[in-house]
């Protein structure tokens, strides 16, 4: 059993309570490799932001839990010397069963997610309960999800929507004693976004349900999943480097930037646009370097556009930069 205090990591709760009250969003950014997280830890320093660092379940078996532990130790080590006033939290994105966090909470991280949205509502608050009661032991925070995102999930296809319903969400709040709850009001998971409707216009997330959970849950922090942009520059970026990806509309900046100013949204986890970022400075540097065969040719460049990139989130979306 390792501890996330002996990591120099922290519970996220305080930093989505703060956020809440002072109406920003704290960033959740997904790794997947070590440049990954060396660009996510040198944005949030350039940018003094806060940050929750996540693996997901399916990166946890990628990578091994012991990597995934040692290279969040060192990116604690990191923050802890440049980063003054920068507090971190690890945790996991969408964990499936009660097994998956606890290996993680014994591993050293900060925070679990629990994700029972497939499952019944009552099966849903049974193993999000169980979570709760091993992770509160241990004091880490965890993060539930009520309502089905569309799109792309942990190798499985979602279509349309399944929007959370506000009228049972205190329900499960004061059932489970989750810490913070990952909502459904229209953003999409990785590559399959918003249909523009029949004008060309861009359809809004539901900020009426986001509101409606404010009114009747005061000071408790949501989440958003599945907020990429899906920035047009990276995308031709790609297809101009023989890559070949649909056009697809993400959620524009404004609308989570909104969500972040204006509701009780306090967490929004980044994954695709970092790695629509890196694939674009992949594949224009080994284009353009057609002999090279060292890997830094090609890493080095994806470190660099994704800096750019956390770097933008934080400052057009999150707002959480010197908080
Ligand atoms: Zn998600």
């Not at 913070?180 to 004008?199: E, F, Q, R, W, Y």
């Not at 967490?267 to 629509?276: E, L, P, Y």
Request: aromatic content about 8%; hydrophobic content about 40%; some cysteine.
């Amino acid at each position: 059993m390792i501890s996330y205090k002996d990591l120099g990591l922290i519970n996220s709760k305080s930093l989505l309570l703060q956020a809440y009250e002072n109406n920003y969003a704290v960033p959740a950014f997904n790794f997947v490799c070590t440049e990954q997280l060396q660009a996510i830890v040198e944005a949030c320093i350039i940018e003094k932001s806060s940050f929750i660092l996540q693996a997901s379940a399916n990166v946890c078996k990628y990578m091994g839990i012991g990597f995934v532990h040692h290279l969040a130790a060192a990116a604690a080590d990191k923050v802890s010397r440049e980063g003054k006033g920068i507090r971190m939290a690890l945790n996991l994105d969408h964990g499936l069963s009660l097994e998956e966090c606890v290996n993680c909470i014994d591993h050293g991280f900060s925070a679990v997610m629990i994700d029972g949205s497939a499952k019944s509502f009552q099966e849903n608050i049974d193993i999000t309960k169980q979570v709760v009661e091993y992770a509160s032991k241990h004091g880490v925070a965890v993060e539930g999800e009520l309502g089905v995102l569309s799109g792309q999930e942990e190798g499985q296809i979602h279509s349309g929507h399944n929007y959370t319903d506000p009228s049972v969400v205190v329900e499960f709040v004061q059932k489970t004693n989750v810490d913070c709850l990952a909502v459904s009001v229209g953003t999409s998971h990785g590559m399959v976004k918003i249909k523009p409707n029949p004008d060309g216009s861009l359809p809004e997330l539901r900020f009426d349900i986001l509101s409606e959970i404010r009114n009747k849950l005061p000071g408790f922090p949501l989440v958003l999943h599945g907020s990429s942009c899906i920035y047009p520059e990276y995308v031709e970026m790609i297809n101009s480097y023989g890559g070949k990806i649909e056009t697809v509309r993400g959620i524009p900046e404004e609308q989570v930037r909104r969500a972040a100013r204006e509701t009780s949204v306090c967490k929004i986890n980044v994954a695709s646009d970092g790695w629509i970022a890196a694939t674009a400075a992949v594949r224009k540097a080994l284009v353009e370097n057609p002999s090279a065969i060292d890997p830094r040719f090609f890493l080095y460049p994806a470190k660099n556009e994704m800096i750019n990139l956390y770097r933008k989130k934080i400052q057009n979306v999150m707002g959480s930069g010197g908080k």
